[in-house]
């Protein structure tokens, strides 16, 4: 990925990850009043450049100024890169995690009962920005295979145009708005072109799913996504019918399915946006639904502290 200057007010940490600092940037004992996330980690979808991806981080800033915000960018290289690589990039989002307290730490055992567990709301965009979200999590439950939900912690998850496997015409759609170079473009619909039949044609000899973006819909469905999730934290999809690039059906099915299999859903369905364009048609009832899911986990989780103690 080429070398951009990071959004104003952040500071790079990783290749194409940026962060920008809380005013208050560890959460004392007087903040646990209040209600707003301390950490927001937002994953962009493939291809989106700064200046699309600060119309996000912006609102978040007005809106919880005294939030932490992650940005992780996605390269269309992301998507055949090993897994390796896709998790050796994400070691600064780990790194951050630990430091503003979202993991166990190395402190001993009594530090650890009095530390203040951060809230936490995580915000994907498309296929490309989920998918780093599952590599994210199965990079943090190798290296914390048996770190156990918090009571208290307060966490939501929004999945905005995602996901959805599509067909081939799809897929070629989605890496033409994401590729802006002809040749670079070109290159990359044949290479994935290429591996799409080889996935189908395993796929259909062995039986099993090995189509990626299958792959990823069956990640997004386990219940402890990142280690602080559980099947109570509220998730919001957020699609529209007129997304050319992921089809709304898909999504949908996806939405019902995690609810049937015990997780917290809530939809937000648009009529006329496009991918990834929600936002920009109806500002207002988006930050509004957005708002909505973390006053949702912010009750839960309050619930849960009251009954515990």
């Known amino acids: 990925m080429s070398q951009a200057p990071p959004p104003v007010g952040s500071i790079t940490i990783g290749d194409g990850i940026y962060i920008s600092l ?9 903040q646990t009043n209040d209600s707003a996330p301390h950490v927001i980690l937002i ?35 992301f998507v055949w890169t090993s897994e390796e690589a896709k998790q050796k990039r994400l070691f600064p989002v780990v790194e951050t995690l630990e430091t503003l307290g979202c993991l166990p730490s190395s402190k001993d055992s009594v530090q650890e009962a009095n530390r203040v567990r951060p809230r ?3 915000h994907a965009f498309s296929n490309g920005g989920s998918s780093q979200l599952t590599v994210l999590g199965r990079l943090l439950s190798s290296k914390y295979p048996s770190t156990t939900t918090s009571e208290h912690l307060m966490s939501a998850l929004i999945l905005d145009s995602c996901p959805a496997a599509g067909d081939i015409r799809t897929i070629k759609a989605a890496f033409s708005f994401a590729i802006r170079n002809p040749m670079a473009r070109y290159i990359a619909l044949a290479v994935i072109c290429t591996v799409y039949a080889i996935q189908l044609c395993l796929s259909m000899a062995f039986g099993k799913e090995m189509v990626v973006l299958e792959y990823l819909k069956m990640q997004l469905f386990k219940p402890c996504l990142l280690p602080w999730m559980n099947a109570e934290t509220p998730r919001l999809y957020i699609f529209s019918k007129k997304d050319e690039l992921v089809p709304w059906q898909e999504v949908q099915q996806h939405a019902e399915a995690a609810r049937k299999a015990g997780l917290n859903v809530r939809c937000e369905m648009f009529e006329e946006s ?36």
């Open 120 to 122: 936490v709301l995580v």
């Open 274 to 309: 496009g991918h990834v364009a929600h936002m920009r048609l109806d500002p207002k009832r988006y930050w509004a639904s957005v708002q909505d899911v973390w006053e949702v986990a912010c009750g839960e989780g309050q619930a849960k502290g009251a009954e515990s103690g």
């Open 22 to 30: 809380a005013r208050t940037k560890t959460p004392t004992v007087s």
């Open 43 to 77: 994953f962009g979808w493939m291809g989106a450049l700064t200046r699309h991806l600060k119309n996000y981080t912006r609102p978040y800033a007005e809106l919880y100024p005294n939030a932490t915000q992650i940005l992780v960018k996605c390269d269309p290289s």
